[in-house]
């Protein structure tokens, strides 16, 4: 079975810090291309950054380029979210993603930045 473990979310100031942790199992991580998601109060849920499989290909969306580094170790089956600089327009429910078939969600970590 396929499980995805989102961590690390809390409650930031503005222009703070936080890593995030998606820890995997159930499926072989280290083939796989894994993506971060987020979802804000009464919108859509919107693509964040990607890490391919190997870990040497990233992508960013616009909005996050320059502040957050998406990063992956295969030998423990987690991707990371490094944030920085973070705003309150971040604030949102993070969610990994791995498309097998279909794609797979974890439970989310919620992420609230405010002073």
């Known amino acids: 079975e396929v499980q995805l473990v989102e961590s690390g979310g809390g409650l930031v100031q503005p222009g703070g810090s936080l890593r995030l942790s998606c820890t995997a199992s159930?499926?072989?991580?280290?083939?796989?291309?894994m993506t971060w998601y987020r979802q804000a109060p009464g919108k859509e849920r919107e693509y964040v950054a990607l890490i391919y499989s190997g870990g040497d290909i990233t992508n960013y969306a616009d909005s996050v380029k320059g502040r957050f580094t998406v990063s992956r170790d295969n030998a423990k089956s987690t991707v990371y979210l490094q944030m920085n600089a973070l705003k309150p327009e971040d604030t949102a429910v993070y969610y990994c993603?791995?498309?097998?078939?279909?794609?797979?969600w974890g439970q989310g970590t919620q992420v609230t930045v405010s002073s």
């Open positions: 159930g499926f072989t991580f280290s083939g796989y291309d």
């Open positions: 993603s791995v498309r097998i078939r279909f794609n797979r």
